[in-house]
């Protein structure tokens, strides 16, 4: 198939495309980050996480053969990461910033560590359902190429506002993050509902992580993760701890990320840096635009000491 | 009160008191102390596990780090701009704040190095080092600053701004050493012109390392005087504890907060300077050497105490520079060392929650407090 000539249509084209693409991971960590911070923690680990749950998908992917097993693995290493994060915040005078920036540190550690045989090797990419498959125009095609692991993330952030609305598990987790108090009214253990949404966050930034390596950019190295960890904590702040606007905030980004490659596909190459940094641009503007000195953020769970 | 112990309580009153003053600080350094051996301890576990010799690792890490003297000259080379790198880090935790992107007013700060020598290259090094050094200072001091003004007038989170200010400030050098400031002979790797001999900085006699380290460890003596003998300091350390109340005592928070980030930036960008007139001798894509990123772990080790960071940072030093030769011999990836030392942060950090719990560091327990 040649290439179309779309002229400076590409560029939104190959944006959208982009937006999709790199938006998965942004997607799932900052879901994965949504929900602990509901409980009333934040978990600045999740960059290591997401680095750590890449390698593990990628070196299970290989070995198994299976991309899903892949990304099983990397939710389950996820977890445990968060489970780390969750019972060491437990002790009293233990701060959880600082622990999310060791253990970022040492998700990426033990990430090169035991990922330093899988650099090489080729494992199975994700499948991708062809959304396209009516159009004859290339570039369009290849937008439209979705990979599953974007449409359970956008069922996820639907399926997450609705546990929020309607659930118990919701209302729990939506009280443990309002302070202790609310949650001991409920009957529940702040500390075992905190540990709990900290540990199903690090799976979904696990998952996160396995779609970097399993499809886009689609292999295992120590660069694979440029702050999208971190991006998505700014990202659920901008998001107003909200799940369906963390997918429109996700998708933003994306579209940002995907700006400088876009360009450079028309022939744009001059500025390709300043490009390169739209994304980080756009979340500190937004993260400005986002926050206030003088009155409660608007959706902050109490216990996470945004207003103080 | 026993009648033994008030006589003795009225017999030596001060002694008492000393005792007490030294329960405590002996808390603040075996507590530390304990968690580092514990988190070397989960390490050598980790090494004995994989089937590795956690003896032959250390041993290795020894003969690397500390054993000759080309090692020491390797260790404080690259302690050197760990310790400013770790200011960056402990000025605003004096705050209560958490500023993770000193990487970004060090690439800067490096810069601006770089572009003032292309401008000052007719100024003997008298002159044209400090006008290079004053503008990575500003440089690094207006990144940094920005982060704590957006802090406290925006209310911005400085933890991720500031880290999203590194990703941007790293992009600002590639661009500007690809583009208006590139040195048309620099072909493989894009940047400013070389620096004069005259701009260079040398090492200090008989050490083997550039100046930048005695100008670090001078650094950290003096902002630990600014932080523990200078009301500033004191100051600080009440609007860290609670922003309210030293609001409410007429503190200037917002000057004090924009004053310590700029200084911590300002110290940042002090690592890029001697970066570019020790080291590479021009500003590229060198300076993005992870530094700041070290110099977090440095400052939370030494528990954000000025002082303290001077053995961190040569420990730390140590190890990175022993890095090499345990890969060659034990055969293991050079992410070794950052296992070890992301253990020993974790381990460091929990330590927190034991202060307080041993009866032995209580200071009623030996006297008057």
Redesign the interface.
Same mark, same amino acid.
């Given at each position: 198939m040649s290439e179309t000539d779309l002229g400076l249509w590409g560029v939104p084209l190959a944006m959208l495309a982009g937006a999709i693409r790199v938006s998965t991971p942004f997607l799932f960590v900052s879901l994965g980050e949504c929900l602990t911070e509901r409980s009333g923690r934040i978990n600045l680990g999740l960059e290591g996480t997401l680095v750590f749950g890449a390698m593990a998908g990628y070196a299970i992917a290989y070995e198994t053969g299976s991309p899903w097993l892949g990304v099983l693995a990397a939710a389950v290493c996820g977890a445990g990461f968060g489970l780390a994060h969750g019972a060491m915040c437990s002790l009293a005078r233990v701060n959880d910033i600082a622990i999310g920036i060791a253990l970022m540190l040492l998700g990426m550690g033990l990430a090169f560590f035991f990922g330093k045989p899988y650099v090489q090797p080729v494992a199975p990419d994700l499948p991708s359902i062809p959304f396209g498959f009516w159009s004859d125009i290339p570039q369009l095609r290849a937008a439209l190429d979705v990979n599953a692991l974007f449409l359970v993330g956008v069922a996820l952030a639907l399926a997450m506002a609705w546990m929020f609305r309607a659930t118990r598990i919701g209302l729990v987790i939506r009280a443990t993050g309002d302070g202790a108090e609310a949650a001991r009214a409920l009957g529940v253990d702040p500390v075992r509902v905190r540990t709990l949404a900290t540990a199903a966050g690090g799976a979904l930034a696990g998952v996160g992580g396995a779609y970097l390596s399993l499809y886009y950019p689609g292999s295992w190295n120590e660069g694979i993760s440029s702050g999208q960890g971190l991006m998505a904590v700014a990202l659920v702040i901008f998001a107003r701890w909200k799940p369906v606007n963390c997918l429109w905030a996700a998708l933003l980004f994306g579209g940002a990320g995907a700006l400088g490659p876009a360009l450079q596909s028309v022939g744009v190459t001059g500025g390709y840096y300043l490009f390169y940094a739209a994304p980080y641009v756009l979340t500190l503007g937004l993260l400005i635009a986002a926050s206030s000195p003088s009155r409660a953020l608007a959706g902050a769970p109490a216990a996470l000491g945004f207003n103080r | 009160m026993t009648d033994a112990a008030a006589s003795r309580a009225l017999a030596a009153p001060s002694a008492e008191g000393a005792l007490a003053a030294l329960a405590r600080r002996a808390e603040a350094v075996a507590i530390p102390l304990g968690a580092l051996l514990a988190g070397v301890a989960a390490f050598s576990l980790f090494l004995a596990l994989l089937g590795h010799s956690p003896a032959e690792f250390f041993a290795l890490v020894w003969r690397g780090g500390f054993g000759t003297a080309f090692s020491w000259e390797n260790t404080l080379s690259r302690a050197a701009p760990l310790l400013l790198a770790a200011l960056c880090v402990a000025l605003p935790a004096r705050l209560g704040l #958490?500023v %993770?992107g000193g990487e970004g007013a060090i690439v800067l700060g490096g810069l601006a190095a770089g572009a003032t020598a292309m401008v000052v290259g007719w100024a003997p090094g008298a002159l044209g080092l400090p006008l290079m050094a004053l503008a990575a200072m500003a440089v690094g001091g207006a990144w940094i600053g920005a982060v704590g003004w +957006?802090r406290?007038?925006?209310?911005? $989170?400085e933890?991720?701004?500031s !880290? +999203? &200010?590194a990703? %941007?400030a790293i992009?600002?050098l $590639?661009?500007l050493v690809?583009?208006p400031l590139r040195d048309p002979a620099s072909l493989n790797k894009p940047s400013t012109p070389p620096l004069p001999d005259w701009l260079r900085i040398g090492e200090i006699p008989g050490v083997g390392v550039h100046w930048g380290l005695a100008f670090g460890a001078l650094a950290c003596v003096l902002a630990w005087v600014l932080i523990e003998r200078t009301r500033w300091g004191f100051a600080a350390r009440i609007a860290g504890g609670n #922003?309210r109340a030293a609001q409410l005592q007429g503190l200037p928070v917002g000057a004090l907060i924009l004053g310590f980030t700029a200084l911590a930036g300002a110290m940042a960008g002090l690592v890029g300077f001697f970066e570019v007139a020790a080291v590479h001798g021009a500003a590229n894509g060198s300076l993005i050497s992870g530094y700041g990123?070290a110099g %977090? !772990?440095i400052a939370?080790l030494a528990r954000h105490n000025p002082l303290a960071i001077i053995p961190v940072a040569v420990l730390v030093g140590g190890l990175e520079a022993s890095g090499g030769l345990v890969q060659r011999r034990m055969d293991l990836?050079?992410?070794?060392? !950052? #296992?070890?030392?992301? &253990?020993v942060? #974790?381990a460091i950090? !929990?330590g927190?929650?034991l202060?307080g719990r041993f009866r032995m560091f209580r200071p009623e327990l030996w006297g008057r407090a």
């Open positions: - | #958490v %993770i +957006l406290h007038h925006r209310g911005v $989170n933890t991720i701004a !880290l +999203l &200010m990703y %941007i992009a600002l $590639n661009h690809e583009g #922003v990123y %977090i !772990l939370f990836p050079d992410a070794t060392v !950052l #296992v070890l030392e992301g &253990m942060f #974790v950090l !929990l927190e929650t202060y």
